[in-house]
């Protein structure tokens, strides 16, 4: 048995083209979840009773189940019942959902671990919550977050992997389709695996650059 | 009277803090607050800008009763100064910026008479240098006068201080302690509680001890310091020197 790398080499741009759909779909469920993980924290910071209960509940949930079986009950269960989403949309729904509840956690961790007084000199000074959150708040508390995120970030990405399952065209099932063609299974996934790799660490890169950057005080 | 206050009672759970405080100030006022850890002096503080809340009692400050219907605690928190025992400086602010922050967002003045008012509180904190730099890099004597400046950025008719010094390392102690009494002496009232007796000896109007939530005794400093009448002050004054 020996290496031979030259067969798959005119697969490369098909491989890159895939790794692209990894990203994207990372990219959109990773800022959609965001934005839904602000709102679960919000819930959860709050003062009504319902809403605490709705968040805790929706984060338990989701963090308690695999996103394998959640990805089955959004393509094939709600598929068996009639709503019908194609692979793009069911992996992009699952992915934003399951990231919601784990950056709601994040979020909360890093707020939370923004000093009291900070807020207490914000309100102090007369500014009403919105602004002391905005101007006094947010800052530090995204500086608390940023590893976490990113790190949930690579998280999700390298999960985006669980797509092949229902055959969107991304990097794994690609690289399933790559195998069957040419049997070169060690090359094939070798490389695979060094294309999620360098792309994590891009990214890992990238966050520690932001953050020496954004965050010098 | 700048500040009022009536049977001011404020619980932490069934803890009761404060047990009925009655107490005025009158326009510059300089007033300390002493008395042993626990003896409710920071609540009592802290109540006078409703940073803590209260549900028996009233405060009256700066003409806004605190707990009236119609009251816009964040207009009171405006015309109240407050600075902490930890400082709470905005880390990831420059110092001029800690100082622009509230006069920009809340008073409405532009972005040229914020820094221009900035840099005036700087010179008198002594920290004209360190205008450009993060909170950081200063020592916590220097934190603290950023914090003063910036409190005094809002134009308060009163200040409060809560343990001002009491976080400091003691070298650093006298040039904060140095401010205040300049701003004591420009007639500003100001209510401080501190453990610093030197301080409430030599600047103070009137000097309040309070134990267990409620105020044990009340005087000039001479009065207190010198000759003190109940048995808790006494003991209290006793274990400093």
Known sequence: MTLYFGDILPYLPVMLKALWVSIYVTLISFAAGGVLGIFIYLAKASRFKALQLFSNGYIEVIRNTPLLVQLYLIYFGLGSIGINFNPLWSVLIGMTLNNSAYTA????????????????????????????????????GIRNVLPALTNQFIVLFLFSSIGSVIALDELTSTLQNLNSQTLRTLEIFSVGALLYFLTSAAIAFGSRITERLAFRW | MIITVEGLHKSFGKLEVLKGIDCEVAEGEVLCVIGPSGSGKSTFLRCLNFLESFREGQVTISGHNLTGAKTNLNAVRRDVGMVFQSFNVFPHMKVIDNIMLAPMKVGKVSRVDAHARGMVLLEKVGLTSKADVYPSTLSGGQMQRVAIARALAMEPTVMLFDEPTSALDPETVGDVLDVMKKLAEEGMTMVVVTHEMGFAREVADRVLFMDAGVIVEEGTPAQIFESPQHVRTQTFLSKLL
């Open chain 1, 105 to 140: 956690e994040i979020f909360r961790a890093g707020i939370s671990a923004v000093p009291k007084g900070l807020r207490e000199a914000g309100t102090a000074l007369g500014m009403p919550f919105h602004q002391t959150f905005r101007y006094v708040i947010l800052k530090p």
